[in-house]
């Protein structure tokens, strides 16, 4: 055979090879817009989303989700339901590390045309446009995207990833118990109890309980804290998770989902998976006294404005961040309710 033909039928073999990787790429393409489709898609509130004039370079570099764990006896995903689990997810552009600040739940906050009230009730009030726009202008963030999820869900999701690895206390078994019970109920399942404390895998149901734990010592804080180190449980573990197991998930999971982010977010974000590292995790407000105000207990930033400094510098690395207007009425309003200005 000739030089010349040779040439010619390995460039026909190259471009069909081509061809066939252009194939898949499209095939696979159209079949993760089709199975991200399944999610419950909400922007209708999106551009009744606000946040305060914020003078930083650095936050641009990062892209920022809330996370919202609805506290619904029913599995209800939109307003009417208070938020359990308020988690931001800061995704550095460049590195791809990823920072999570859980907010607790009982922080003393100003929702916006509703006055002072906590945190998690900006979601039962107003749904994800309100709850966002509550953490914007309290803390000088600019989130505007979210991911709703209720307990179905993150239950289901660790039992296809074969369970999560956790360290129960004696003093957390009996909670754990508890909250499996509850968890029966509202999701129609029979899971047993857990037998004895210590380092073990936990399926999907005691780990949700887990985490739902709040009467410890540390409460609403050290429940905070055993939501994140779920997140990052099921994070790491669905890194490891091979196709058939992630297709599992997304055609399980996907329809319990309540977010703004459509097919081609959904996709920007999937594409590098294998990059993202939970890199350090903490709970917010960072300096905070838990008292009662009007007869109802709260978490008080102690000087809110100190505080918003410090979450931008854990979040965005901003050694220098001065917080807005905005936040320094806010603060000096709870300084004047603590007694601490």
Do not use: W
């Not at 599992?248 to 998976?273: C, G, R, W």
């Not at 109802?296 to 207007?325: C, G, R």
């Amino acid at each position: 055979m000739s030089k010349k033909k040779k040439r010619k039928r390995l460039k026909r073999k190259v471009l069909l090879f081509i061809d066939l990787i252009l194939l898949i790429v499209v095939v696979g393409f159209g079949y993760f817009i089709f199975i991200t489709g399944k999610t419950q898609l909400d922007t209708s509130g999106d551009g009744a989303i606000v946040t305060n004039s914020i003078d930083s370079e650095e936050i641009g570099g990062y892209r920022n989700i809330a996370i919202f764990g609805v506290d619904s006896r029913d599995n209800a995903l939109e307003k009417s339901t208070h938020s359990d689990t308020i988690v931001i997810a800061s995704i550095n552009r460049k590195t791809k590390d990823i920072k999570l600040a859980s907010i607790y739940r009982d922080t003393y906050s100003d929702i916006p045309g509703k006055g002072f009230d906590k945190i998690n009730a900006a979601y039962f009030k107003g749904g994800y446009p309100l709850a966002l726009n509550t953490i914007n202008t309290n803390f000088d963030l600019d989130v505007k995207e979210y991911l709703t999820v209720n307990f179905d869900s993150v239950c289901k999701v660790i039992d296809l990833l074969g369970g999560i690895t956790l360290d129960i206390t004696k003093e957390e078994l009996k909670y754990v118990n508890g909250y499996t019970k509850e968890l029966n109920k509202i999701n129609g399942t029979n899971v047993g109890k857990m037998k004895s404390a210590g380092t073990q895998l936990v399926n999907g149901t005691h780990a949700t309980a887990y985490a739902r734990i709040r009467y410890t010592a540390g409460g609403d804080f050290k429940r905070a804290e055993r939501q994140r180190l779920v997140i990052q449980k099921i994070f790491e573990k669905a890194k490891k998770a091979d196709i058939l197991t992630i297709n599992s998930i997304v055609n399980e999971i996907f329809p319990q989902i309540y977010t703004n982010l459509d097919s081609m977010d959904m996709l920007s974000l999937a594409k590098d998976i294998l990059s993202y590292n939970i890199v350090d995790e903490t709970g917010f407000p960072f300096d905070n006294v838990a008292e009662y105000y009007n007869k109802i207990s709260y978490v008080f930033p102690v000087d809110l404005a100190a505080n918003v400094t410090k979450l931008h510098k854990f979040l965005f690395d901003d050694d220098a961040y001065v917080p807005s207007a905005k936040v320094q009425e806010t603060s000096g309003k709870i300084l004047e309710i603590t007694g601490k200005k």
